[in-house]
């Protein structure tokens, strides 16, 4: 290995590491953001607009997460992308895009503070904070099952460094997904919802995400059909698509 292809190979690695870190952060801080945390803005503090403008905003925010977040997921675009973009860390510029635009989110969302229900009672509001931290769990888990480092690509980028050998794509249902196809999406839509305090603002944003999950997801199996063919289509026939015997084909 000359000195050259190392120095690319740890150049990528650190480039790798320091978009991971950064989309942890954006995690963090999206999970103070929609629920009980303190951030600085989160999605019902911030000056207060003409409903209609903070709408037109706010969609247009989410939808241009939306884009970017299925665009550059989809083959054609890749085969492009990897003309520019090394391959070892393809991967990790995506994930560094995703969180930009969704930082880009956070910074401009429009607050539309109208409260549509607040649960006082403890019992009640501790079931609903009791449930968003789940749905957080099982984002989190669903990452490990399959591959966190890998999802967030890390692996792609120390690859580089191991004996080059090709690995055959294996198709894989550990755990929750014997349970549904896509608990990490479960998992946020979970934490969309699972609030004590609705504002219309919130409900928006809930609303239009839980749309363009629903859209990603059949995005998403497509590509996965045409990956694993009829062991897919069986697997589809066993288990819900985002809840236990919900969506089976």
């Not at 303190?38 to 911030?46: E, F, P, R």
């Not at 890998?150 to 014997?178: I, N, V």
């Amino acid at each position: 290995m000359d000195e050259t292809s190392l120095l690319r190979k740890c150049l990528g690695l650190l480039y790798s590491l320091v978009c991971y870190l950064f989309s942890m952060l954006v995690l963090v801080y999206f999970v103070g953001f929609i629920g009980p945390p303190q951030v600085l803005k989160d999605i019902n503090s911030g000056p207060s607009t003409a409903w209609y403008f903070a709408v037109a905003i706010d969609v247009l925010l989410i939808s241009l997460f939306a884009l970017q977040h299925s665009g550059m997921a989809r083959k054609g675009f890749k085969r492009f992308w990897l003309q520019w973009v090394p391959a070892p860390i393809e991967r990790a510029t995506y994930v560094l895009f995703s969180s930009l635009t969704l930082s880009l989110m956070f910074l401009l969302w429009q607050p539309i503070p109208l409260t549509l229900w607040d649960v006082q009672a403890q019992p009640a509001q501790g079931l609903i904070n009791g449930l968003y931290w789940l749905g957080w769990i099982i984002v989190l888990l669903a990452t490990f099952l399959l591959s966190h480092f890998e999802l967030f690509g890390l692996k792609q980028a120390l690859d580089p460094f191991r004996p080059h050998r090709a690995e055959a794509f294996a198709f894989k249902t550990p755990w929750l997904y014997q349970l549904v196809r896509h608990p990490l999406y479960l998992g946020f839509v979970m934490t969309f919802w699972a609030t004590p305090h609705m504002t219309v603002g919130h409900l928006l944003f809930a609303t239009v995400s839980t749309l363009y999950i629903l859209i990603g997801t059949l995005l998403e199996e497509k590509d996965l059909h045409q990956l694993f063919g009829e062991q897919y289509r069986q697997y589809q026939r066993r288990v819900g698509m985002l809840l236990p015997f919900w969506g089976r084909k």
